[in-house]
Nanobody, 124 residues
């Protein structure tokens, strides 16, 4: 069974930073894309960032580009989301996800496995 576990969420003031981590278990998935999604109350889930299996290709939503950075370790079992210059509108539950297709990391249709989520709250 593929299992994903997020950590690193919390409460931060606007302008601050957080680093989210996703630990994967249950098998290797380095050949597939990994992504971060978020869902705020009353809003649809959206993809925030994605990274290809090799790490060579990355995707960022326009709202977070140049503020967030997605990365993965060389073994493929850890994925990170560095979030800088946080804004109140970044407040959401953030989910780690794994793709099982060959779609690009920015294509949300490919993501199948999900973590439980971690809350990120940005105060003004």
């Amino acid at each position: 069974q593929v299992q994903l576990a997020e950590s690193g969420g919390g409460l931060v003031q606007a302008g601050g930073s957080l680093r989210l981590s996703c630990a994967a278990s249950g098998g290797t998935f380095s050949r597939f894309a990994m992504g971060w999604f978020r869902q705020a109350p009353g809003k649809e889930r959206e993809i925030v960032a994605g990274i290809s299996g090799s790490g060579a290709s990355k995707f960022y939503a326009g709202s977070v580009k140049d503020r967030f950075t997605i990365s993965r370790d060389g073994r493929g079992n850890m994925v990170y989301l560095q979030m800088n210059s946080l804004k109140p509108e970044d407040t959401a539950v953030y989910y780690c996800a794994q793709s099982t297709t060959s779609l690009s990391p920015g294509d949300s249709r490919g993501y199948v496995y999900w973590g439980q989520g971690t809350q990120v709250t940005v105060s003004s």
